[in-house]
């Protein structure tokens, strides 16, 4: 019987992403932490965005829902729903700065009340796990795919190309074979 490899953080689906990074802060191992706001601080952010929160008050969200998180760890029953308690939590902490501000009068009310929906969860969820995949996407793919989808400004094909020191008419196959492979790991994860 041959020994069972185990499974790098790229190819774990989200619930078991969460199982890990839970046994790994509750065993004390030093980059447990780090490896966990890697997996979701991005997403944290973007439900602050959503929510229609400024910089700083969405750093407060951030801090917010780790520091209830590390109080809250031990007693986490369900580990692999880990990514769930974050968004719902990080939308619970827009709702309360949101009202804060509000109440102090430091921000007008455009918010209509409603909490944001299961799907747009789910969807920043899903955004949070395909950018972890472009991050771990050897060069020059990863740098190629944050260039074009992550940059407020996406370059064109001659300033991507300047960057990584290729071809302008060489930037759209490399674009294809990226985003095949982007595709089969997102495959893999379940997420296509």
């Known amino acids: 019987m041959t020994p069972q490899r185990s499974k790098?953080?790229?190819?774990?689906?989200?619930g078991e992403l969460g199982e890990q990074l839970v046994?790994?802060?509750?065993?004390?191992?030093?980059?447990?932490?780090?490896?966990?706001?890697?997996?979701?601080?991005?997403?944290?952010?973007?439900?602050?965005?959503r929510a229609g929160l400024d910089h700083v008050d969405a750093e407060e969200?951030?801090?917010?829902?780790?520091?209830?998180?590390?109080?809250?760890?031990?007693?986490?029953?369900?580990?692999?729903?880990?990514a769930a308690w974050v968004y719902r939590t990080a939308a619970r902490q827009c709702?309360?700065?949101r009202r804060r501000r509000i109440a102090s009068g430091e921000l007008e009310d455009l918010d209509d009340g409603r909490p944001i929906p299961e799907e747009e969860l789910v969807a920043l969820e899903e955004a949070g796990l395909i950018r972890e995949e472009?991050?771990?996407?050897?060069?020059p793919c990863r740098?190629?795919?944050?260039?074009?989808?992550?940059?407020?400004?996406?370059?064109?094909y001659a300033e991507v190309a300047a960057r990584i020191g290729r071809a302008t008419g060489s930037i759209g196959s490399a674009r294809l074979r990226c985003l095949a492979d982007l595709g089969e790991?997102?495959?893999?994860?379940?997420?296509r």
């Open 23 to 49: 046994s790994a802060i509750r065993a004390g191992a030093p980059d447990a932490w780090p490896r966990l706001l890697d997996a979701f601080g991005d997403a944290v952010l973007a439900i602050a965005r």
């Open 143 to 156: 740098a190629v795919l944050l260039m074009l989808f992550y940059e407020e400004q996406p370059p064109s």
């Open 134 to 139: 472009v991050e771990s996407l050897p060069e």
């Open 185 to 191: 790991r997102l495959e893999r994860r379940g997420l």
């Open 61 to 82: 969200v951030y801090q917010e829902t780790f520091q209830s998180l590390y109080v809250q760890l031990t007693t986490l029953r369900r580990p692999s729903s880990l």
């Open 8 to 14: 790098r953080p790229q190819e774990l689906g989200i």
């Open 95 to 97: 709702g309360l700065v």
